[in-house]
């Protein structure tokens, strides 16, 4: 990001300070979420304190440089004069000194940033001014809050030590609180924390005020690199290079007597919705006194008996921030001597119901249209609320905690093989299967299974990708989980449990849990998948409306990744229009990858050939009766084949020690030999997709021809089947014109025999780097292309994802060294690049070329926003996915007619 | 590639036919080598017979069509009357009937196309007139002629059934040769050649003479697709869509008797390049005859005498030919009844050392000038003239033939593994290393042996490119080749050798053969290598003085990629402008292995790092003093760690089998433990390169100080050492960007220890699609980027090079899927593509931003050229490839300026 405060040269002339009535709502990236708030309110007439912002921009420099800018300290020591004027009383003043608070305000709110610092500008000489003003007890009070704030967040001190020095004051005072201390006490205080500010700091508390504020404002700056901040940034994805903002305000009191108080409340209920101030309200105190909780606050009602033209005042206020606003509003107050002054306020936070609930009530009060509803609404609060949880307050024992790899919340006994699962599982018990990592053999037992816990891989491993698709509750790279499968027992931090004890996943949090918890249906996703059954619910008529004006207003198609036709209805049914993806190599897993064996091992082909036809026919119908009318995508086979043979370290141990045994076998030393010569180093970037052709090449052909039997079967029963073949791991178009005139003779020949017209476009992955870069030309023999952004996020990034997360991931993770995982949300800068390109150029090849994404970016709301903004023409998800992907495509519509609004404002 | 003929509607208005008088030299696209070059003489007034060429326009739309497209036929019948007005014969006619020959003439001459049908236009109707004008046993042998070709290139018909009845009828006749069977002896082999067309093709030679044009020229545009021309094409990289020629001629004789014969001669020797006819002659013969060798031919000098006339019209014309061509001209010729035609010419083909020499008389004669000297020889030639070479006409037994990998000849004991090879030439004795296949620790091996055969992998495998860079003779991949470790032989197609046994590996032709052969040194690779002790030779003058003139003409540098003192002062020696590439990781084998492996088992890191500071110092010291005054960019660790490790397999193996045997042992244990953690699926995308940072963060602050230090030493002994380095696999600018604190902070420590100025600049490899996609960001964070063409094409194409070539790639090669292998020349559509975006945005990022290469790439003419034309400032190869690079980056200005004077003209 390049900056201003990149261009020093500037820096005299550039403005790094404006005052609450200069800025507004929309300053939020130069004065941060807070000070733009402050701004728009003080624009409303509101009672704000005055006040000024130091910006972001200021900020920036400061990092930049290492001090501050040239021209910062001159425009803080004019605000500072302008806010003196308006309070009525000077900084550093002895008579009767003016106080400050000094509070950070980043673009968003992020913790680890240094917060607050009170009442700056009391030193020994302005302190008798204050006592004089508001009492000797409160003004010790004040100073020993400014001291202990001070050490803590600017000079780095130990909070606790703070603590212990108050908790001793108390025992010598005999008080359970501080309320009981009273001015001498406070005043020792005072005197033991600068003590501690000396021994540990090296310096006192300045009696300069400027200097107490110029170190308060350093400190806020510095704060934004505090390692939690950078942890935070990083796994929130946001932008490191933004800076925050620092806000002065005049110091108001909410605890100068039973006159004063302070508050926070909602313009709306933040879990119903429901309109009507909601909140608390505490009398004689600051306004953290009321969040931390030392004293019960009483509800905000009250505040109508307590001080009734506060209340009413407050009412008005809260009434002018909502219909602002529009939007709930989240505010906080403090009443000093029976003056009421708003603090801050914000968009309040909301649980996932509550926001569709919200939105659709506002839309309901004629406050905001559909459009409006539709951007205040995730499809990640969508997908929240599609999965069963765990009830509330129950107490857990937590045996480790992972990665949430999929939602849901599932029970059952931990089982530690496939094999054993499938076992049980026919015996009708329920099961979750428990693995150091998964690969294709443990399918069946991951079908079997109701959750699947693995010790090791990362989000878009083998076992999350594929707990996602099947909607399978998962919890993957579980932290010092150890499997252990010779003993059967199952050792994490928090404890160990037998093969059979029943554990409890939490896909949503990452949790596994000892024991069974009570678990939650989702009425929602009850009321998508059956709308017939839907209960008279405000949330599922919230859902179902925003989902309608979505699809209404989207113009990117939502297809499934499915291969099943179980898994094709069950999408279908939550609103599915086609099938983006249907994988071949899943129809050959278990038993069945025998048939791959003799392939490849060259034993019997051709009967092997003739079962694995067969086999797709009738899956190939199954799945397209089940999408009737709807497009199927089929890819043909993509992975690496020996990927259906044993794994050549245990073949090869078990063949030597066979050997060693004088047990050595004829058909093992033959099947070693066989996975020797398939080995590959780096299988990710060896003979898959396409390349299978050049080798095995009767393997497309037998694949298209089953899937032209399936369709012309399907033909003559009346159905309306409509087939597509995709050709995977395309690095070069001659690749996939070889394998289209392969697909198109076996084809045209079934069309030949049945004497029917089956028609089955033909189109390309694109999933390497090249086939991106070439588009135009691999666009001269594509009907359309399907993006596969797992794998082209593998070969950009040269990352292959399983090994990353074993690795070195995490760690980058950690650090912020990449802002947001490219597994999770497509990177728009490299891979995102490569998809413009190639839609760019095959577009221009071809204008009327189907584009569509089948990766597991498509379930990603963020990712589908990017898509339907380049123009693909469908996304495909696995079908839990499917609705939220459906609100994010309509989102992308609003969203992109919103920014442009808001540019032309 | 879009032509005309991809619009079949603008046929009929097309021009399919040029006459010679209506072509020239220029148009080789158009009208094929042959074409343009019987146009050319034509305009020359050379005495060519009279013909037209049908262009390769008409021919790619035949194959696209399947049909010859419209208005051809008219056209060729228009143009065949022309030839009947020029030759005052008619074609078809029964008293006086034209003849003609057809033949393909595509641009770039190409083995397995269809060559030539000679008489056609005879059948029994027009025979007579024939044998009227010539006499009939002429006529008879011209009737045979027709009815072979036309049998075998039309109708496939095996050409060996045609020679068992000649040979049938020389029995009978009791003669040796066809000069012996009278006119009815020939007619009866006709009748029987005909009696063959209709047993084995169905169908006899036709009786219409426009049938047998048309269907001769339709087996011409066929041939084009024949397999054999396929697999030529993808092998030397020829645009399959380019389509060919037909060459329709008036047949002139050379066999009509003693006053007749046939020639092929070069204006110039193609082996000296010295002026003056040098050829052969053969009286009463047609040119096939020459060629064939059934008759000894006579020296062209003798044509003096026998036809005084014809030779000094010949002379004349040979003269007018090199003036026009301005090169060396090979030309075929016919007298008929005393009468001269040239019947084809071209630029001659030379050796290597021809090349040169001629390019530089012709530059002494005043025909040419540097420049255009510069364009007539390559790198390759260069190359090819480094290199010792076996001496011609031995007998070689084969044992096998594989990849040529380094080229070179070599003789040697062979070993079978890098101990025995370390071990043997200890002892003095002359080994080569035979290995399945080579990894990293059979790198000691390497260096012992003065050769390297392998039995798997391409000319981009591990051995390949280690025995290029320390330019030891490799043959790699070779077919057949079994290594059987335990009974110590080595089997191939050709025979059996043991361990000790001497062979012989050519790598250059990619031939090993059993037993010694004699071989001969490069005069012109010891001349470059001590120019002071340079022979008096023709041939080194002239490599010298072009060698000069490329380095005159070049913008781009050379440098070189070396890892140790030596291998810098022999490429310095070749030319070498500094180091582009020094590897880390070649300082770390054989027994240092250990060090990483302490590392990665963290047993005494603090040791191992230690040790490893002290071993790089040294070294660095050492390459950096051989290059004193010029750059030496070290490149940080890049592969996975675990490659210091043992294989996973044979350590399971292992393992498994001392457990068995009671013999279970602790060290081994826990070295199998760290070997599993640090394994991975696909370590070419795994934990290498900069991500190491994340893993062991103080390895590359230890190779930063090493670095540091030994500069310092130098400074300090008075060098002029100018290290950089460079930071392997980035992906993302923060990871360069983090690197890089780590190194500055490094290099800081030192120089502030030292109290010296140690400046090291700080680039990125641009090695994954990622970089370069984001090179404008990157570019913020680094001096210089390199880019590493062989990972970059590795993930551009999503494809490992070693496994591509154990199992995919040979088929691809074979059928033409890839027009030239990436790995060996730069893929200008993807990888170069990501090349030229990386320069724009690095380059807008940083105007002073450096750019080089240093993969492979770096050394292949071809992409010399691109890199020079992208503006890269400096290519990086193996010191034995300096020369040719030097020659190359010379070329690539004078081509780029060739080319437009050619488009200006």
Not at 90 to 117: H, K, N, W, Y
Not at 353 to 378: C, P, S
Request: hydrophobic share 40%; charged share 25%; glycine share 10%.
């Amino acid at each position: 990001m390049t900056t201003q405060a990149d261009r020093p040269a500037d820096a005299a002339g550039t403005t790094w300070v404006l005052s609450f009535a200069e800025g507004h709502r929309g300053m939020a990236d130069l004065l941060g979420g807070k000070g733009a708030n402050l701004a728009e309110m003080t624009r409303l007439g509101l009672p704000v304190p005055p006040g000024f912002t130091i910006t972001t921009q200021a900020c920036r420099a400061y990092l930049a440089e290492g001090h501050e800018p040239e021209g910062l300290a001159e425009q803080v020591e004019e605000h500072l004069r302008r806010v003196e004027d308006a309070a009525g009383r000077r900084f550093g003043d002895p008579a009767d000194p003016l106080l400050v608070s000094v509070r950070s305000g980043a673009r968003f709110s992020m913790p680890g940033m240094m917060d607050t610092i009170l009442n700056v500008g009391l030193t020994d000489e302005t302190l008798p001014g204050l006592a004089r003003r508001a009492g000797e007890r409160f003004a010790q009070d004040c100073y020993r809050r400014l001291v202990q704030m001070y050490g803590r967040t600017v000079l780095g001190v130990d909070g606790q030590l703070f603590e212990d020095v108050l908790d001793q004051a108390r025992q010598r005072a005999g008080v359970r609180d501080d309320q009981g201390l009273d001015a001498a006490a406070l005043a020792d205080v005072a005197t033991r924390f600068r003590e501690l500010l000396r021994e540990h700091a090296g310096e006192d508390l300045p009696q300069d005020p400027r200097e107490q504020l110029t170190r308060a404002v350093r400190a806020v700056f510095e704060s934004w690199n505090s390692p939690r901040a950078v942890l935070y940034r990083s796994r929130e994805g946001i932008d490191p290079n933004l800076g925050t903002a620092v806000n002065v305000v005049a110091m108001v009191f909410g605890n100068t007597g039973e006159r004063s108080g302070s508050g926070v409340c909602f313009t709306r209920d933040p879990a119903s919705g429901h309109r009507g101030a909601y909140g608390d309200y505490l009398t004689n105190a600051q306004g953290e006194d009321v969040v931390a909780g030392i004293r019960q606050p009483v509800p905000l009602a009250r505040l109508a008996d307590i001080d009734p033209p506060a209340y009413e005042q407050l009412m008005g206020h809260l009434a002018t921030l909502e219909n602002h606003y529009r939007d709930l509003c989240d505010v906080e107050f403090t009443i000093e001597d029976g003056r009421l002054w708003i603090l801050q306020t914000r968009v309040g936070k909301r649980t996932a119901g509550a926001a569709f609930r919200i939105a659709t009530q506002l839309v309901d009060e004629g406050v905001i249209d559909l459009d409006e509803a539709l951007r205040r609404v995730t499809g990640e609060q969508l997908t929240q609320l599609l999965h069963p949880r765990f009830a509330a307050d129950q107490e857990r024992r937590v045996l480790a905690r992972g990665l949430p790899a999929s939602p849901g919340a599932a029970v059952g006994e931990a089982v530690l093989d496939s094999e054993r699962a499938v076992e049980w599982a026919a015996q009708g018990r329920t099961v979750v299967l428990v693995r150091p990592e998964t690969s294709p053999e443990d399918l069946p037992g991951m079908v079997a299974a109701v959750a699947v816990v693995t010790a090791r891989g990362g989000l878009t491993s083998h076992a999350a990708v594929v707990a996602r698709g099947m909607g399978r509750t998962c919890v993957a790279g579980a932290e010092g989980l150890q499997v252990d499968l010779e003993r059967r027992v199952v050792t994490g931090p928090g404890g160990q449990v037998r093969e059979g004890d029943v554990i409890s996943v939490d896909g949503t949090a990452g949790v596994v849990s000892i024991g069974e918890l009570d678990v939650e249906a989702s009425v929602v996703a009850a009321a998508l998948e059956d709308p017939g059954a839907a209960p008279d619910d405000e949330l599922v008529e919230a859902v179902v409306r925003l989902l309608a004006h979505a699809d209404l207003r989207r113009t990117t198609g939502v297809l499934t990744n499915a291969d099943t036709p179980e898994d094709a209805r069950r999408a279908r049914r939550l609103g599915a229009e086609g099938i983006g993806l249907c994988r071949t190599e899943h129809m050959l897993l278990g038993e069945r990858r025998h048939i791959v064996e003799d392939i490849v091992l060259d034993r019997d082909r051709e009967t092997a050939f003739s079962r694995m036809h067969d086999l797709h026919r009738e899956e190939f119908r199954g799945v397209l009766e089940a999408m009737d009318g709807l497009p199927v995508v089929v890819r043909l086979l993509d992975p690496p084949l020996h990927e259906f043979l044993p794994d050549l370290t245990e073949l090869s141990v078990h063949a030597a020690l066979e050997e060693a045994a004088g047990r050595a076998d004829e058909d093992t030393a033959r099947l070693l030999a066989g996975v020797r010569r398939w080995h590959e180093t780096n299988p990710m970037l060896g003979l898959r997709g396409v390349r299978l052709v050049a080798v095995v090449p009767e393997l497309y052909a037998v694949q298209a021809r089953a899937l032209a039997h399936a369709t012309a079967d399907l033909l003559e029963k009346g159905f309306d089947p409509r087939p597509e073949l995709m050709v995977p791991l395309v690095a070069e178009a001659a690749e996939l014109a070889a394998a289209r005139r392969v697909i198109e003779q076996a084809v045209r020949a079934v069309a030949d025999e049945r004497g029917t017209t089956v028609s089955i476009p033909v189109g390309s992955m694109i999933e390497l780097p090249r086939a991106a870069l070439t588009a135009g030309e691999v666009a001269r023999h594509a009907d359309f292309f399907s993006f596969g952004t797992n794998d082209l996020t593998q070969t950009t990034w040269g990352l292959s994802r399983d090994d990353a997360e074993a690795s070195f991931m995490p760690a980058y993770r950690e650090s912020g060294l990449v802002p947001t995982d490219p597994f999770d949300s497509i990177d728009v800068d490299g891979v995102g690049r490569l998809v413009r390109i190639a839609v760019a150029e095959g577009r221009a090849t071809r204008p009327d070329l189907g584009l569509g994404i089948c990766g597991e970016h498509g379930g990603d709301p963020a990712s589908v926003r990017f898509f339907a903004e380049v123009g693909l023409d469908y996304v495909s998800c696995s079908p839990p996915r499917v609705p939220a992907a459906r609100l994010e495509a309509g989102r992308a519509v609003v969203l992109a007619e919103g920014a442009s609004e808001a540019d032309t404002r």
